[in-house]
């Protein structure tokens, strides 16, 4: 198996889990919104390869693609995005410390063996099968990352989990425009699966339901997918377009940049977080239906006025490719680039905005048609920050009212604390957490 190296994988602690990880890996198998430009100089994540986190898959097909499971941060947050994503939230059922310890320890173990492959384990035909079958008796990785984020009533239902909830961890509330289904909301542990082909996250989506039914049960999921674009001749990427026509993360942080990430992105000591916290994020989910026929019935010119866009390429006002950075101080009266235009209210790009960045991972999703006939498409918006509510909360304040209201409702989502990152084999998903009760 090739193994690409990940921004999210470095290594932790010095933990030597490189030579010995395949053996492993088979053993459990047989067993389980906008940024400031950058300088040249700034800091690089290992192994980005330019790539960014919204650029649009290129359609790599080695199924062997290994991203690795373990360092500091769980991946599929920095990641570059694959084809594929699906979002599944989840009741947890346990409900002691020694339960609780148990879904994590097995929750890991799975993981580290479906984001790396390995053969299926032969067993009596007169028993059920291991797995579900789906992808043959080898299990391909094919990019596929597992991460686990924990949701507000994980905590509030546990008396003895309270004193160690996440500071910024919140149950979603309906903002102005949202019309919230509350069999789409929410959850205990929500799953972010991301790989390849879809039917790799449907494989790993079973493989845990079948392993940890006496532990979770299914709230609610999403699935989305991104467009695959070939690199252009020169090896630059584009940013993916979303199901409005408009490329979507165009002025996204810049995900190889691990100082920037640091300050973004991840929860480090001395944030008035809890010890234990360190190295996790705060998640964003919000499934957001998008009104197409009446978008597509809106004029090209009122279009790009709302998002604040050209929509072919991507520029914006004033601009000539999708890289360029608009000139807000040049106008401050909004005469190019309307002062409620989406990306206007979402990035003002003045000094104390710097502080709402947040990192998108956003996918597009299609779940058929509506009772009334109507396209039932939209955006499966994922958002990570080290603080949920100047970030996302934040930045969704400012948008509130937006000319782009009259096209968009979000119907479902929720706030999730994403564990830090499992160091090293003996190691799993949440022991900083359960080491802090036991002391």
């Known amino acids: 198996m090739t193994d690409r190296r990940d921004p999210d994988r470095t290594a932790a602690s010095g933990c030597p889990f490189a030579s010995s990880r395949r053996q492993l890996l088979l053993g459990l198998g047989s067993a389980a919104g906008g940024a400031l430009a950058l300088s040249v100089g ?5 192994g980005t390869d330019g790539h960014q986190v919204t650029d649009a898959p290129a359609g790599d097909s080695q199924q062997a693609q290994v991203v690795p499971f373990y360092g500091p941060h769980q991946a599929g947050i920095v990641t570059p995005r694959p084809e594929a994503g699906l979002i599944v939230s989840f009741t947890v059922v346990a409900q002691t410390r020694d ?35 789906i992808l043959g008796p080898d299990i391909a990785a094919d990019a596929l990352t597992v991460t686990v984020g924990l949701g507000s009533s994980f905590f509030d ?16 509330v ?11 909301c929410h959850g205990d542990l929500s799953i972010q699966f991301c790989a390849n082909r ?3 996250n449907i494989h790993a989506l079973r493989d845990l339901m079948k392993n940890l039914s006496d532990h979770l049960v299914i709230r609610w999921m999403q699935a989305g997918d991104v467009p695959v674009i070939p690199p252009k001749p020169d090896g630059s990427s584009e940013s993916a377009r979303n199901f409005l026509g408009f490329r979507d993360g165009t002025a996204n942080p810049d995900a190889g940049d691990t100082a920037l990430m640091d300050r973004i992105v991840w929860v480090e000591a001395g944030k008035d977080e809890p010890e234990w916290a360190k190295g996790g994020s705060y998640q964003a989910v919000r499934i957001i239906r998008n009104f197409v026929e009446r978008w597509d019935r809106t004029p090209l010119q009122e279009q790009e006025t709302i998002f604040g866009r050209q929509k072919a390429s991507g520029a914006p006002f004033g601009g000539k490719v ?52 109507q396209l039932d498409q939209g955006l499966l918006f994922i958002a990570y920050q080290a603080d949920l509510d100047q970030g996302f909360i934040t930045v969704q304040n400012r948008l509130n009212g937006e000319p782009l209201e009259e096209y968009i409702k979000p119907v479902g989502g ?7 990152g499992v160091c090293c084999p003996g190691d799993y998903l949440g022991k900083t957490m359960m080491e802090t009760l036991r002391a």
């Open 42 to 46: 700034a800091a690089k994540a290992e």
């Open 198 to 200: 879809a039917d790799v």
């Open 174 to 184: 309906e903002f102005p425009n949202d019309a919230l289904d509350r069999d789409l």
């Open 99 to 133: 339960e609780v310890e148990d879904l994590f320890r097995r929750l890991t173990e799975r993981a580290v063996f479906l984001t790396s492959g390995g053969k299926v384990p032969d067993v009596d035909p007169k028993l059920p099968p291991v797995e579900s079958g």
């Open 414 to 420: 929720g706030y999730f604390y994403v564990l830090p």
């Open 157 to 172: 239902d546990r008396d003895w989990l309270k004193p160690l909830k996440p500071k910024r961890l919140k149950t979603m």
């Open 322 to 373: 999708e890289s360029d950075l608009p000139d807000y101080a040049g106008d401050p009266d909004g005469r190019l680039t309307p002062l409620d235009s989406h990306i206007r209210l979402a990035n003002p790009r003045t000094a104390d905005t710097q502080a709402n960045l947040i990192l998108r991972r956003p996918f597009n999703y299609s779940n058929g048609v509506t009772k009334s006939g």
